[in-house]
């Protein structure tokens, strides 16, 4: 593939740009005073990144790079994702790809699917083994990445996760895996497409979804409770007064114990209450089992179904409509337009 396209590579931090304090000397090195010896940091910077990549430069594409954030992922914070979106809207490149750790990749590309407005795609990426191991991942996964975001093959669908050259939807795909440069599962739906020798190709369709008003800031405060065996349900206490939403993970298709039923009622009643499933696939489903705790009874009792998503997206999901002021009313029927099975 050769191309005219330019495409705005936004870098964050996580493993692709990670070497271990006390190794390789590195620009960029923020972290040596604050991480323990032998275990690896963001250190490298965009430019040594890139420059690591065998064939990028073949490619054409024009790179505008941005040295955005430095941290591991699991520091990100909305604040950051929402001034990206910015910045990038901007730039307005054929193609954007964001760069960072895989930890919370998945939260933050379902963000951008959810906000993004343009048709340039999004590819969000990053890497499993950090560039000190044998085997690292992230030049392929980087080259794919702008690949997929420099092509017309996946324009108009949001935002992509690439990884292990397989190009997933935002909406579908999750970190199942701790380690292996496999991770990235689409459980619901499988890959959307590939790259296959340098081309990216589509192997099942998808439909954009409606975006959603993009907040100036997302501050509200939206834990995920997940449900155990002989949960006394301890967490839930009070926390309609602290939260301004909760997502619970039941088990299986949306179930708690009975004993819990109530109390979830009381807070449904309060603040928008979405039951999701920890078992991380499949839906949450609302007519097959009628005990109490179970999901019919649970939806009755006013929580809202999260159908299709698992409890993490479906936590960024409510945050969005919650930092835009929605009801009780718009959540649930957002939710019922975005994330149910029709979609996926
Ligand atoms: N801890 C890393 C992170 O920043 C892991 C990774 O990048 O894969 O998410």
Known sequence: MSTTATVSVFFLGGTISMTPVGGTAASGDTHSEDAHSGGAVSRLGPRELVDAIPGLAALGVTLDLRDFRKLPSADLCFADLLELLDVAERANTDGVVVVQGTDTLEET????????????????????????????????????AVTVAAGSQFRGLGALVVLNDEVHAARHVAKHHTSSPAAFVSPNAGPIG??????????????????????????????????????????????????????????????????????????????????ASRTGAGPVLSRTYGAIGSEVDLLQRGLVGA??????????????????????????????????????
């Open 109 to 144: 590309a379902y963000l951008f699917d959810l906000l993004w407005r343009g048709d340039a795609p999004i590819v969000v990426t990053g890497a499993m083994r950090n560039p000190s191991l044998a085997g690292a991942d992230g030049p392929a996964n980087l080259l794919a």
């Open 194 to 275: 590939r790259v296959v020798e340098g081309t990216p190709t589509p192997t099942a369709s998808v439909a954009r979804l409606p975006t959603l008003a993009r907040p100036a800031t997302i501050s509200v405060s939206v834990p995920v409770i997940s449900i155990a065996l002989d949960d006394d349900g301890t967490l839930l206490d009070g926390i309609e007064r602290r939260c301004a939403g909760l997502v619970v993970a039941g088990f299986g298709a949306g179930h708690v114990p009975g004993r819990l039923a109530e109390r979830l009622g009381a807070i449904a009643a309060r603040i928008p209450v979405v039951l």
């Open 307 to 344: 159908g299709m998503l698992d409890p993490f997206k479906a936590r960024v999901l409510l945050s969005v409509l919650l930092a835009n002021a929605g009801s009780r009313e718009v959540v649930a029927a957002q939710f019922a337009r975005l994330a149910g099975v029709a979609h996926s």
